[in-house]
């Protein structure tokens, strides 16, 4: 393992804005020479320490990641990679420029890998070859989406479609781009354009739901009486459900079916309360949001709990969760920051955090945002908190898998 690179994550969206996987890449330090030498090894330790990372489970073969497909940048030397054999093919798709397709052994290779169900996404694809027989041997193909000429595209990708790949567009850099290609049926890699806002979105405010979930948060802060609490959720019936199926669901109850919202919260506590309700307030708004920034959120939240968690102990990683799960609210709820905390009673902390990254659990928030953003920053950061770039890049997967068993 190059305990110089930083894992970075960018994800790909369907025209519906959900995440339908994500492309991991080491970011490169920007000051290391790239000289000539063929990025194999780097590309293979990625291979590897993702495979050790997102396969689980107690018989160690589970993808931890669900439904979700990784993209991994490849040169031909990898194709027959042993970390490669242990990842699952209809998950895995490694991007390859189209032109090293005109090399034989390569030629074979992809055909082998796509026979085994590996995914191939072709890069820098200019034509489909004579005999369009693309499809046994790519199952994405990247296409450079420009504004300028549209129907010249769109001529040229009924033909791709046709041939049963999947298009990925890339790079889209306003929403505007994103709606021109969702309208043409193609996904989107697309940077952190999901975390800019998204002109024409009106919702603004807190809805009911919510109203009624930050009186529960502030009553669980405050350690209010039991009943208190279950007297405001019994105001919506929908958060009792959700909340019995969250129980029900994550084991709780320990082998008993749980039906009172009473028992439910004896048996939940209220650290974990809160952490739900942190949860529930960001998947409550219910108009204009994309599912993107909410799994954004999620992971953001569990990435700088984690990587605070060694030095600040538990019960403070779970404010640093707070925090980051937070720190998308006004993109979620269409308000600003300002707003936000002034619907909601937070611990000073982490509004410092949420306002200027600043404080005792700013940085771990700025790292985790860092790692979206392939940002710079990640280094200074990672030194400022004593932080190897192993810790943070397991971290990382670690808060991916765990966003998608809670979206589950």
Same mark, same amino acid.
């Given at each position: 393992?190059?305990h110089?690179?930083?894992?970075?994550r960018?994800?790909l969206?369907?025209?519906?804005?959900r995440?339908?996987?994500?492309e991991l890449?080491?970011?490169?330090?920007?000051?290391? @020479? #790239?000289?000539?030498?063929?990025? +194999?090894?780097?590309?293979? %330790?990625? &291979?590897?320490? /993702? *495979?050790?990372? $997102?396969?689980?489970?107690?018989?160690?073969?589970?993808?931890l990641?669900?439904?979700?497909?990784?993209?991994?940048?490849?040169?031909?030397e990898?194709?027959?990679?042993?970390a490669?054999h242990?990842?699952?093919?209809s998950r895995?798709?490694?991007?390859?420029?189209?032109?090293?397709?005109?090399?034989?052994?390569?030629?074979?290779?992809?055909?082998?890998?796509?026979?085994?169900g590996?995914?191939?996404?072709?890069?820098?694809?200019?034509?489909?070859?004579?005999?369009?027989?693309?499809?046994?041997?790519?199952?994405?193909?990247?296409?450079?989406?420009?504004?300028?000429?549209? @129907? #010249?595209?769109?001529?040229?990708? +009924?033909?791709?479609?046709? %041939?049963? &790949?999947?298009? /990925? *567009?890339?790079? $889209?850099?306003?929403?505007?781009?994103?709606?021109?290609?969702?309208a043409?049926?193609?996904n989107?890699?697309?940077?952190?354009?999901?975390?800019?806002?998204?002109?024409?979105?009106?919702?603004?405010?807190v809805?009911?739901?919510?109203?009624?979930?930050?009186?529960?948060?502030?009553?669980?802060?405050?350690?209010?009486?039991?009943?208190?609490?279950?007297a405001?959720?019994?105001?919506?019936?929908?958060?009792?459900?959700?909340?019995?199926?969250?129980?029900?669901?994550?084991?709780?109850g320990?082998?008993r079916?749980?039906?009172?919202?009473?028992?439910?919260?004896?048996?939940?506590?209220?650290?974990p309360l809160h952490?739900?309700?942190?949860?529930?307030?960001?998947?409550?708004?219910?108009?204009g949001?994309?599912?993107?920034?909410?799994?954004?959120?999620?992971v953001?939240?569990?990435?700088?709990?984690?990587l605070?968690?060694d030095?600040?102990?538990?019960?403070?990683?779970?404010?640093v969760?707070?925090?980051?799960?937070?720190?998308?609210l006004?993109?979620?709820?269409?308000?600003?920051m300002?707003?936000?905390?002034?619907?909601?009673?937070?611990?000073?902390?982490?509004i410092?955090?949420?306002?200027?990254?600043s404080?005792?659990?700013?940085?771990?928030?700025?790292?985790?945002?860092?790692?979206?953003?392939?940002?710079?920053?990640?280094?200074?950061l990672a030194?400022?908190?004593?932080?190897?770039?192993?810790?943070?890049?397991?971290?990382?997967l670690?808060?991916?898998?765990?966003?998608q068993?809670?979206a589950?």
């Amino acid at each position: 393992m190059h305990h110089t690179h930083f894992l970075v994550r960018e994800p790909l969206l369907d025209p519906q804005q959900r995440v339908v996987g994500y492309e991991l890449s080491w970011q490169q330090p920007q000051h290391a @020479a #790239t000289g000539s030498a063929s990025p +194999a090894p780097a590309l293979e %330790s990625l &291979l590897a320490f /993702v *495979a050790n990372h $997102v396969i689980g489970g107690d018989d160690g073969e589970s993808w931890l990641l669900l439904d979700k497909i990784l993209f991994l940048e490849a040169v031909p030397e990898m194709l027959s990679a042993d970390a490669l054999h242990r990842m699952p093919p209809s998950r895995t798709v490694l991007s390859l420029p189209a032109a090293t397709l005109d090399h034989p052994d390569t030629l074979q290779a992809v055909h082998a890998l796509r026979a085994g169900g590996v995914g191939i996404l072709l890069r820098n694809f200019a034509r489909a070859p004579a005999g369009l027989r693309l499809a046994s041997l790519a199952s994405f193909v990247e296409v450079r989406f420009s504004s300028a000429n549209v @129907a #010249t595209q769109a001529r040229a990708y +009924a033909a791709l479609k046709q %041939s049963g &790949l999947t298009m /990925v *567009a890339r790079p $889209v850099s306003n929403w505007a781009d994103f709606d021109a290609c969702a309208a043409l049926g193609l996904n989107a890699f697309v940077g952190k354009l999901h975390l800019t806002p998204r002109p024409g979105t009106t919702t603004r405010g807190v809805n009911p739901a919510q109203a009624i979930i930050l009186q529960l948060m502030q009553l669980v802060k405050e350690n209010a009486d039991l009943a208190q609490i279950e007297a405001v959720l019994k105001r919506d019936p929908t958060l009792s459900y959700k909340l019995l199926r969250f129980i029900n669901s994550s084991g709780f109850g320990a082998g008993r079916e749980v039906q009172s919202m009473r028992q439910a919260l004896t048996l939940l506590g209220y650290a974990p309360l809160h952490r739900w309700l942190t949860l529930l307030l960001a998947t409550a708004s219910t108009s204009g949001y994309s599912p993107v920034l909410l799994e954004t959120a999620v992971v953001r939240g569990r990435l700088a709990e984690l990587l605070a968690r060694d030095t600040l102990g538990r019960s403070e990683a779970e404010q640093v969760f707070v925090a980051g799960m937070f720190s998308l609210l006004d993109r979620l709820l269409g308000m600003t920051m300002e707003e936000v905390l002034g619907a909601i009673q937070l611990p000073d902390e982490v509004i410092e955090a949420l306002l200027t990254r600043s404080g005792r659990y700013g940085p771990y928030l700025a790292l985790a945002e860092a790692c979206e953003l392939n940002s710079d920053l990640v280094a200074a950061l990672a030194i400022s908190l004593k932080l190897s770039p192993e810790e943070i890049n397991q971290a990382h997967l670690q808060a991916l898998a765990w966003a998608q068993q809670m979206a589950a």
